[in-house]
């Protein structure tokens, strides 16, 4: 994302190295989440089956496949404003760890088939949707309730943090309130 230079120059050293380096780490990144998903993928089929090492590749795939959906989610984060269309249940499930992280805990989507297609402005769309989550925070302790995903009306079990209602009426989302949490129709066309 560009960075307005007087501002970039206010910005302490470390901030300013990370914007920086965003574009060449995260082609970096891809670069080895590339490398280590096709050597694994190409490894299993080769592994005996119920071995301890077939075991061990297995648990190194999956946690490589984790790996790479966080941090593609993450450093998605500094890429320029635009906007584009979206199917909802996939843009959900992808931002599922980013969404998981800002919570605390494990979440879980229900309605991850939806196919109502959703306007996105990208990452702001993204942004706001990771401050949602974040009040998941704010619960008892024990698990945390699901996303539910109905077309383009995404339900949370938990209130809204005031800068995540701000971020997503901004964007043209409406919020209804919902039990204990609310019920946010996303922009879409």
């Given amino acids: 994302m560009p960075i307005d230079d007087a501002a970039h120059d206010e910005l302490p050293a470390g901030e300013q190295a990370m914007a920086m380096l965003l574009r060449p780490v995260r ?31 297995l648990r190194a795939r999956e946690a490589a496949v984790a790996y ?50 959703l306007r996105r402005r990208t990452p702001t769309l993204e942004g706001a949707l990771i401050l949602a989550a974040s009040g998941a925070r704010s619960l008892a302790t024990g698990p945390l309730p699901p996303l539910r995903l109905e077309g383009a009306r995404l339900g949370m079990g938990w209130p809204l943090p005031p800068e995540a209602q701000a971020a997503l009426e901004g964007l043209g989302a409406t919020i209804e309130p919902a039990g204990e949490g609310v019920v946010i129709a996303l ?3």
């Fill in 187 to 189: 922009p879409t066309g």
């Fill in 68 to 117: 790479d959906s966080l941090v593609r989610g993450f450093l998605s984060l500094g890429r320029e404003e635009g906007m584009k269309g979206a199917v909802a249940g996939r843009f959900l499930q992808d931002l599922m760890p980013l969404l998981s992280l800002a919570a605390g805990g494990p979440l879980e989507l229900e309605g991850k088939e939806s196919a109502t297609i």
């Fill in 27 to 57: 082609h970096a990144v891809n670069n080895l989440s590339m490398v280590m998903n096709a050597n694994l993928d190409a490894a299993v089929p080769q592994l005996v089956e119920g071995e301890r090492l077939t075991r061990q590749v």
